[in-house]
């Protein structure tokens, strides 16, 4: 069990915390979301973003956020 282990890789995610006006002050790649602040998950990380609004494509939407990662069951 532990070997297996070694060689799973948790899959990092990309988040961006936004200020009160919605713009980006931080970016960072972690195995999990953040629990404090407000922070979106983000396709990537761009230095060109922080300081302003994220760009619309950026933003991960709310339903793949979810279900990234996971197999999805298919019934016959």
Same mark, same amino acid.
């Given at each position: 069990?532990f070997?297996?282990?070694?060689?799973?890789?948790?899959?990092?995610k990309?988040?961006?915390?936004?200020?009160?006006?919605? $713009?980006? %002050?931080?970016?960072w790649e972690? $195995?999990?979301?953040?629990?404090?602040? @407000?922070? %979106?998950?983000?396709?990537?990380? @761009?230095?060109?973003?922080?300081?302003?609004a994220?760009?619309?494509?950026?933003?991960?939407? @709310?339903?793949?956020?979810?279900?990234?990662?996971?197999?999805?069951?298919?019934?016959a």
């Open positions: 069990m070997a297996l282990r070694l060689f799973q890789s948790r899959q990092r990309c988040y961006a915390q936004l200020d009160q006006q919605g $713009h980006c %002050v931080a970016l972690m $195995h999990q979301p953040p629990t404090e602040g @407000n922070w %979106v998950c983000v396709i990537e990380l @761009n230095s060109r973003w922080i300081g302003s994220l760009p619309s494509h950026a933003v991960v939407p @709310n339903q793949q956020r979810a279900s990234a990662g996971r197999w999805r069951l298919q019934h």
